[in-house]
């Protein structure tokens, strides 16, 4: 079953790009597994948590409302991985890493539409978005990445192999993306 947002509003960057916020959320410090829950569109493979920004809503506000919608979860926002942009799909998604306190029994994906959340070790999340969603493997690559960085936001292009940047180029900052 596919979800349907019957009154909701696609908003756009200046590029024409749809703003998308995601979480990474992880289950401890140490950020050794990760939350994936199973799609909407193919509930047999697995998906990082994410949505549309909705109008007058700031992004890490979308990826914590977005979590608790598909996942079932709360917990406290951390860093933000930066802004991956996806040409295909003509998206750029501000991706943060939240540390979850709460599982929920039910909520409101698993009523909804049977929507089911698993914890995977890093390298078996990679695995599992390489068959569905390989763009949301440079969530898990920046992850991985960004425990070296200074936490400063970077601007991914998802589309082809990472490179990291500073998010100061105006099109694709988190303020204006």
């Not at 506000?61 to 802004?83: F, P």
């Not at 295909?88 to 909520?107: P, S």
């Not at 998802?158 to 099109?171: R, S």
Request: proline share 6%; aromatic share 6%; hydrophobic share 35%.
């Amino acid at each position: 079953m596919v979800k349907e947002k019957p009154n909701s509003t696609r908003i756009y960057d200046k590029d024409g790009f749809r703003r998308r916020a995601a979480c990474i959320c992880v289950k401890s410090e140490n950020e050794a597994e990760v939350l994936l829950v199973t799609s909407s569109r193919r509930p047999e493979l697995w998906i990082v948590p994410g949505g549309g920004v909705e109008p007058e809503e700031e992004p890490s506000v979308t990826a914590m409302r977005e979590v608790l919608e598909e996942a079932g979860v709360v917990g406290d926002l951390g860093r933000c991985l930066g802004v991956f942009e996806n040409n295909d799909h003509m998206h750029r998604t501000e991706v943060f890493v939240m540390n979850v306190t709460k599982e929920l029994d039910e909520w409101e994906d698993s009523r909804s539409i049977g929507r089911k959340r698993q914890w995977f070790t890093i390298d078996d999340a990679l695995s599992q978005l390489a068959l569905h969603k390989p763009t949301q493997q440079h969530y898990l690559m920046q992850l991985q990445h960004s425990k070296t960085l200074d936490n400063t936001n970077r601007v991914v292009n998802a589309t082809h192999p990472p490179k990291l940047t500073n998010a100061a180029t105006p099109a694709a900052s988190p303020t204006t993306a």
